[in-house]
């Protein structure tokens, strides 16, 4: 992973939003025992680019986030059950 790059592990999400809001931030040691969590990449600016529910070691949801120079959303491309759609803003 490139070095301005950070992954991070949460719980849960709220809202309805895009991004998702992710919640509950938890350490990589305390995912031995989950089941069900949130994997996360977030760039240099922190924004997260990457968003991914892992669902007993499978990634269940994958949200891939896009934007532009001066921060805001540009786009989002969204791949669960085999779909995959993608959405301009």
Known sequence: MNDS?????FLSYSGRGLPLNL???IEP???ENRNTYFRAVYDGQDRMTL???I???EVELRH???YRDGGDLAGA????D???TDLDF
């Open 51 to 53: 968003c991914e529910k």
């Open 29 to 31: 040691l305390g995912l």
């Open 23 to 25: 919640i509950t931030e």
């Open 5 to 9: 790059l950070r992954l991070k592990y």
């Open 55 to 57: 669902v007993y070691g």
């Open 82 to 84: 085999g779909e995959t």
């Open 64 to 66: 891939s986030y896009r």
């Open 77 to 80: 491309t969204i791949e669960m």
